[in-house]
């Protein structure tokens, strides 16, 4: 039987203590809302869904650490603290103000590193000479830590184009290459039941993303959100996309990981959204609930 590492066990592996990770809203846009590469944005997204309440006032980023500390406090002590850039593109942006962001949250007091989720199409050049030189194979020692989530979403451009992502698929293995080469460590976002694909193609995304040098993967059920395309789409035809239950989606999220090469630390499997803003499928499971059905 393959043995499941999780993101804490990565965490444990490259920060000493209890690491506590406190995410924040840097209001930063997206290429695929502003038109620079399209409009809209992907018919899953509703921003809303996954941005915790207290970064919703865009308080300054040290203003939102404090309150995320605070917020999180219930989950006992820490010994550090990992930023984590959530909200949208969070590399989408004058190189010169995304730096500024990022280091103020390095300069609050007990931070150790940050985690950046961002698009495979928003990695400038000099962006990428600032990570390599701060974090990866040319910073100094003891530099802090820095792990880029990247939204591939799926390996395959056909539905990459029904979701309208805006990129194929090349995009994202260049974005991952890019990054490993400069001693980054790259995380990858998978949705699992985006429309028209089958367990087939799940099983695909796995030996494609196997290939590829990233440390984590995250797996996200699709949730029908409201606010966005597809839950339009959905109300105009329920049979755009099958939603199993939690006992079939745990079957073949098995078998997908038993496809994933060794190595992958798993972060999550299943999204963990406000309910009163899921359409379906609505399991009432928190993540730890699940994992334990998994």
Same mark, same amino acid.
């Given at each position: 039987?393959? !043995? *499941?590492?999780?993101?804490?066990?990565?965490?444990?592996?490259?920060?000493?203590?209890?690491? =506590?990770?406190?995410? %924040?809203?840097?209001? @930063?846009?997206?290429?695929? =809302?502003?038109?620079? #590469?399209?409009?809209?944005?992907?018919? &899953?997204?509703?921003?809303?869904?996954?941005?915790?309440?207290?970064?919703?006032?865009?308080?300054?980023?040290?203003?939102?650490?404090?309150?995320?500390?605070?917020? !999180?406090?219930?989950?006992? +002590?820490?010994?550090?603290? $990992? %930023?984590?850039?959530? /909200?949208?593109?969070?590399?989408?942006?004058?190189?010169?103000?995304?730096?500024?962001?990022?280091?103020?949250?390095?300069?609050?007091?007990?931070?150790?590193?940050?985690?950046?989720? !961002?698009?495979?199409?928003?990695?400038?050049?000099?962006?990428?000479?600032?990570?390599?030189?701060? &974090?990866?194979?040319?910073?100094?020692?003891?530099?802090?830590? @820095?792990?880029?989530?990247?939204?591939?979403?799926?390996? $395959?451009?056909?539905?990459?184009?029904?979701?309208?992502?805006?990129?194929?698929?090349?995009?994202?293995?260049?974005?991952?290459?890019?990054?490993?080469?400069?001693? *980054?460590?790259?995380? %990858?976002?998978? *949705?699992?039941?985006?429309?028209?694909?089958?367990?087939?193609?799940?099983?695909?995304?796995? =030996? +494609?993303?196997?290939?590829?040098?990233? !440390?984590?993967?995250? $797996?996200?059920?699709?949730?029908?959100?409201?606010?966005?395309?597809?839950?339009?789409?959905?109300?105009?035809?329920?049979?755009?996309?099958?939603?199993?239950?939690?006992?079939?989606?745990?079957?073949?999220?098995?078998? &997908?990981?038993?496809?994933?090469?060794?190595?992958?630390?798993?972060?999550?499997?299943? /999204?963990?959204?406000?309910?009163?803003? #899921?359409?379906?499928?609505?399991?009432?499971?928190?993540?730890?609930?699940?994992?334990?059905?998994?």
């Amino acid at each position: 039987m393959k !043995t *499941i590492r999780t993101f804490s066990d990565y965490i444990a592996s490259v920060i000493p203590g209890k690491v =506590r990770k406190i995410s %924040v809203n840097a209001g @930063l846009g997206c290429p695929n =809302r502003d038109g620079t #590469v399209g409009s809209g944005g992907c018919i &899953f997204c509703n921003n809303d869904a996954f941005c915790p309440r207290y970064t919703r006032g865009l308080h300054g980023i040290t203003g939102q650490i404090e309150e995320g500390i605070r917020f !999180t406090a219930n989950k006992g +002590r820490a010994d550090s603290y $990992l %930023v984590y850039f959530q /909200s949208y593109s969070n590399t989408y942006g004058p190189t010169d103000k995304l730096i500024g962001l990022y280091e103020e949250a390095l300069a609050y007091p007990g931070v150790a590193g940050v985690v950046v989720a !961002t698009r495979p199409d928003c990695l400038a050049a000099d962006l990428l000479d600032y990570f390599e030189h701060r &974090f990866g194979r040319l910073a100094p020692e003891g530099h802090p830590f @820095l792990l880029v989530e990247l939204g591939v979403e799926s390996t $395959l451009d056909r539905t990459l184009g029904i979701i309208n992502r805006g990129h194929g698929y090349a995009c994202a293995e260049k974005a991952v290459n890019a990054l490993h080469g400069r001693g *980054i460590a790259v995380g %990858v976002h998978l *949705i699992l039941g985006l429309p028209g694909e089958t367990e087939e193609d799940w099983l695909l995304h796995a =030996r +494609r993303i196997s290939g590829l040098p990233i !440390t984590t993967l995250k $797996l996200h059920q699709l949730q029908i959100i409201k606010g966005t395309a597809l839950e339009r789409m959905y109300a105009d035809n329920p049979g755009i996309v099958s939603l199993p239950t939690a006992e079939e989606y745990a079957a073949s999220v098995r078998r &997908f990981v038993a496809a994933l090469r060794d190595g992958i630390y798993l972060d999550r499997f299943v /999204s963990e959204t406000p309910r009163d803003m #899921v359409i379906a499928p609505s399991w009432g499971l928190k993540p730890s609930e699940f994992q334990k059905l998994l």
